[in-house]
């Protein structure tokens, strides 16, 4: 087989070699080499001046960047122009005697072009950069009329295992359709998704409940599609699930585990996007619950991919689950000179102050709770209902309201202190002595 592959290919290059050495083939090639150089040039002109004025585009991301691909490409569309316009001077001259070669080069570089722009609708780079390939040979092919014979040599390229023949041409058709009815999937899957998210009369969790379900639906229904275009039987693959699903048992068990535990959370709406939670050491808030973990950022800007298992096993605070207010208490002493009843009143107009506080919907209360060693002791308590901007901020601004307000009032806070009593020592006189 791989004797009569070497000879068809050499049989082909002889031709080939024939057909490119004689004169009309050879001034066809003279006339699109000296035609591709205006149109570098002029490209290289126009583009930055024409990509300027296509960056104005405003609020379609879409267009804008398919536009500025066509544009950085604008050397082929310059290139086909001229070649349309040779191969229509050639056919009214009739000089050179066949213009078939620069008609092909026409049609190969208007195909290269647009296959170019269009792939830019994938955002993947690898893909696009594999999508255009593929689809700007099989164009080649079609054009030059050799489909079929080299789908032959192609499908001819393999060996058998058993009553299964597999070939090249076999394999990239099997790349090819699963990596369409993926792509399709897996577009449709965030299309829908961007919808979902959209909907205001769901919840949060019903929202990426929905989203996920649908995402899984669509890639096990690709995967069925794919294998059921290979002409692969379904029940053949009973024996294999088998195999998987005691793999899964023995090797998958925290993916699984996180997994479930994924869509437990989604359906008891525990936590949910938004979400204000402390778990072990992590404070912050939920950005995003995924199918393994649950990404939560913290104040500082780090963000913690946390599995989904950990909020099934681990006790969670929720400070956002059933009510957005939140309670804090600052703690504070002034010396005893002071009259309690006006610090408590300045220091409620003091924390009613700063803007975070939710003074409207709660008031804040100070209490008196001792009558410390140096002064006497409050406990300040007021709500807020933005966690997630911060607790450690809020309480120092409240701090600092009452610095102010105290240091306006003439209210003092105390330094600690402590009186010590220094007693001299008894003098024993001589006499005393010899008495005793």
């Not at 086909?80 to 001077?89: P, R, S």
């Not at 369409?180 to 769901?202: C, H, N, P, Y």
């Not at 599995?307 to 504070?332: A, C, G, Q």
Request: net charge neutral; with cysteine.
């Amino acid at each position: 087989m791989l004797d009569n592959l070497v000879r068809q290919g050499l049989e082909y290059g002889q031709l080939a070699l024939d057909y490119l050495s004689g004169p009309v083939v050879l001034t066809q090639l003279g006339l699109i080499l000296a035609l591709l150089i205006p149109a570098l040039l002029l490209a290289r002109r126009l583009e930055p001046l024409l990509e300027k004025r296509a960056r104005g585009i405003k609020g379609m991301p879409g267009v804008l960047r398919l536009v500025v691909a066509f544009l950085r490409r604008s050397q082929w569309f310059l290139f086909v122009t001229l070649l349309a316009i040779a191969y229509l001077v050639t056919s009214v001259l009739a000089w050179p005697e066949s213009n078939y070669l620069i008609y092909v080069a026409m049609l190969l570089s208007a195909a290269w072009l647009l296959i170019a722009v269009t792939s830019h609708a994938l955002r993947s780079r690898l893909l696009r950069k594999v999508f255009a390939y593929a689809a700007w040979i099989y164009v080649t092919a079609a054009i030059l009329g050799v489909v079929d014979d080299t789908a032959r040599i192609l499908d001819n390229a393999g060996f058998d295992i058993g009553k299964f023949h597999i070939s090249v041409l076999g394999t990239l058709q099997a790349a090819f359709l699963i990596g369409a009815v993926m792509w399709v999937s897996f577009t449709a899957g965030d299309f829908l998704d961007r919808r979902i998210q959209k909907a205001e009369e769901l919840t949060p969790s019903l929202r990426v409940l929905l989203g996920k379900i649908i995402r899984i639906s669509l890639i096990v229904l690709a995967a069925m599609i794919a294998i059921s275009g290979l002409g692969i039987d379904l029940t053949a693959l009973t024996v294999l699930s088998g195999a998987v699903g005691v793999g899964i048992g023995f090797g998958l068990q925290k993916v699984v585990s996180n997994f479930i535990s994924g869509i437990i959370i989604l359906l008891d709406q525990s936590i949910k996007p938004g979400d204000t939670i402390s778990l072990n050491e992590t404070f912050g808030w939920i950005r995003e619950l995924r199918a393994r973990f649950v990404s939560v950022v913290t104040r500082d800007g780090r963000e913690f991919l946390i599995p989904n298992e950990d909020f099934i096993t681990n006790e969670v605070i929720n400070w956002s689950f059933s009510d957005k207010y939140v309670r804090l208490d600052v703690d504070f002493g002034v010396s005893y000179d002071s009259d309690p009843h006006e610090v408590t009143r300045i220091a409620i107009a003091a924390a009613g102050s700063v803007g975070r506080v939710d003074a409207s919907q709660r008031q804040p209360v100070c209490w008196l709770t001792d009558f410390g060693d140096s002064s006497l002791d409050f406990k300040l308590r007021f709500w807020i209902s933005d966690p997630q901007q911060g607790l450690t901020n809020i309480r120092g601004k409240v701090l600092l309201a009452l610095w102010d307000a105290f240091k306006e009032n003439g209210i003092e806070i105390p330094y600690p202190h402590r009186e010590l009593i220094v007693k001299s020592p008894i003098e024993v006189t001589s006499g005393s002595n010899e008495a005793s």
